[in-house]
């Protein structure tokens, strides 16, 4: 059993996707500006107050995306996503997804980046992802999984990692742990 520190929709999505028993556990603490910090930060707060399952883990995320070393976070209102999309425009950026994952034995972090090219974005191109307010609740103000997907160019890296979880980092750390699914179920560690 995994407790997912995160309130994200597509974080669950993609952990569902690894067939791993996993229940929510919505985390209380505080975010800054350092993914790892943030998500380490989550799974301590919930693997605390909801204990670290038997044979299981706590695990932790936060996304970041940053343009020229400056970092863009949840746009605060449309005119913040506004100007966050222009600065994106024709342009490349980072985008780095953290994760911690906590077993009563170990404490495991990674931190993945990925490379996203936006296209060249007019007025109207901004508005329109803007009037979907698809930025809402999103690093750098958009999400590639949705209608954001029309704004890249190119990736380079695990788009997994843009979404909020990167899985193939995340595959590994469960398998290192014992944790990842198997004709059996997850091998308790």
Same mark, same amino acid.
């Given at each position: 059993?995994?407790?997912?520190?995160?309130?994200?929709?597509?974080?669950?999505?993609?952990?569902?996707?690894?067939?791993?028993?996993?229940?929510?556990?919505?985390?209380?603490?505080?975010?800054?500006?350092?993914?790892?910090?943030?998500?380490?930060?989550?799974?301590?707060?919930?693997?605390?107050?909801?204990?670290?399952?038997?044979?299981?883990?706590?695990?932790?995320?936060?996304? /970041? *995306?940053?343009? +020229?070393? @400056? %970092?863009?976070?949840? $746009?605060?209102?449309? &005119? #913040?996503?506004?100007?966050?999309?222009?600065?994106?425009?024709?342009?490349?950026?980072?985008?780095?997804?953290?994760?911690?994952?906590?077993?009563?034995?170990?404490?495991? /972090? *990674?931190?993945? +980046?990925? @490379? %996203?090219?936006?296209? $060249?974005?007019?007025? &109207? #191109?901004?508005?329109?992802?803007?009037?979907?307010?698809?930025?809402?609740?999103?690093?750098?103000?958009?999400?590639?999984?949705?209608?954001?997907?029309?704004?890249?160019?190119?990736i380079?890296?695990?788009?997994?990692?843009?979404?909020?979880?990167p899985?193939?980092?995340?595959?590994?750390?469960l398998?290192?742990?014992?944790?990842?699914?198997?004709?059996?179920?997850?091998?308790?560690?």
């Open positions: 059993m995994i407790l997912l520190a995160s309130r994200s929709p597509q974080r669950r999505a993609l952990l569902g996707a690894l067939g791993v028993e996993f229940r929510v556990v919505a985390p209380r603490a505080d975010e800054g500006e350092d993914p790892l910090a943030n998500a380490r930060a989550k799974a301590r707060e919930v693997a605390e107050r909801a204990g670290v399952p038997e044979g299981g883990a706590v695990l932790g995320a936060d996304t /970041e *995306v940053l343009l +020229e070393g @400056r %970092v863009l976070g949840k $746009p605060a209102d449309a &005119a #913040a996503a506004r100007r966050e999309l222009e600065a994106l425009s024709g342009r490349s950026h980072a985008v780095r997804t953290a994760i911690c994952m906590i077993t009563r034995r170990d404490q495991r /972090e *990674v931190v993945d +980046e990925t @490379r %996203v090219t936006f296209r $060249p974005l007019g007025p &109207a #191109a901004i508005d329109w992802y803007v009037g979907t307010g698809e930025w809402r609740d999103r690093a750098g103000g958009y999400a590639i999984q949705g209608a954001g997907a029309a704004l890249v160019a190119r380079e890296g695990d788009y997994t990692t843009v979404v909020g979880l899985m193939g980092r995340l595959a590994g750390l398998e290192e742990l014992g944790l990842a699914p198997s004709a059996d179920g997850p091998s308790p560690r």
